[in-house]
């Protein structure tokens, strides 16, 4: 299958480095400080989700009521050991692979996005070696609502001068499938949890499998 696309908005977390580890590291000691019980599982409905929606979803399994200056607090605390384990991050976290297949697509003609629900966007790009490199970048700072709201999304084509029908998403969280289709995307799936929806328009094989579909 062939997609006839102009441009390529891609999700940060987890589609072009795996800081989704790091985010796990950061709620479960949250969690565990707040005696709350956390998994990967529980961590998965967190892909692509903004920051306080992921705290309601851990607060889930919480007996106890937070206000709301207590759950700030909580996520600045998750936000600030997230932070402390990105300083570590360099130009090797960014893989081979994806280094090379977004050369490749830019040499090809396509408009390269970020579209990330993540505030931490241009601080994770710049640690990695690709804080010039996209033609635009729309995250959480751009945004009121994040995905499954398709709203990054639209924002990325608008930066990009794009209709949405030109654009490919390349996500790998069931929420950013769903916003991709919401905005009028073309949505490819990358790993488990987008592949498992059942929404999406394409699976990808590998990140490098974009270059035999675009
Ligand atoms: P921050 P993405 C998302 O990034 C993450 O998948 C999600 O786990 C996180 O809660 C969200 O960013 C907000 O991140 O706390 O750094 O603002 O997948 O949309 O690139
Ligand atoms: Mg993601």
Known sequence: ????????????????????????????????????????????????VSRMASLEIILERSDKEYSQEEKEAFAEEKNNLYRDLLK?????????????????LRRRGYKLSIGSSSKNTKFILGQIGLGD??????D??????????????LVAAKKLGMDPADCAVVEDAKA???????????????????????????????????????
């Open 140 to 153: 959480g700072t751009d945004i009121t609502r994040s995905k499954p709201d398709p709203e990054v999304f």
């Open 133 to 138: 490199f996209f033609d635009a970048i729309a």
């Open 176 to 214: 950013g499938i769903e916003a991709a289709k919401a905005g009028g995307m073309t949505a490819l799936a990358l790993f488990g949890d987008a592949k498992d929806c059942g929404l999406e328009d394409y699976d990808l094989a590998s990140f490098g499998d974009l270059l035999t579909i675009l």
């Open 88 to 104: 570590n991050m360099s130009p090797s976290d960014l893989t081979d692979e994806v280094k090379d297949t977004l050369i490749e």
């Open 1 to 48: 299958m062939k997609f006839d696309k102009k441009a390529v908005i891609f999700d940060l977390d987890g589609v072009i480095c795996f800081t989704d580890k790091f985010h796990y590291q950061a709620w479960k000691a949250l969690a565990d400080r707040l005696g709350i019980y956390f998994d990967e599982k529980i961590n998965n409905r967190l892909r692509g």
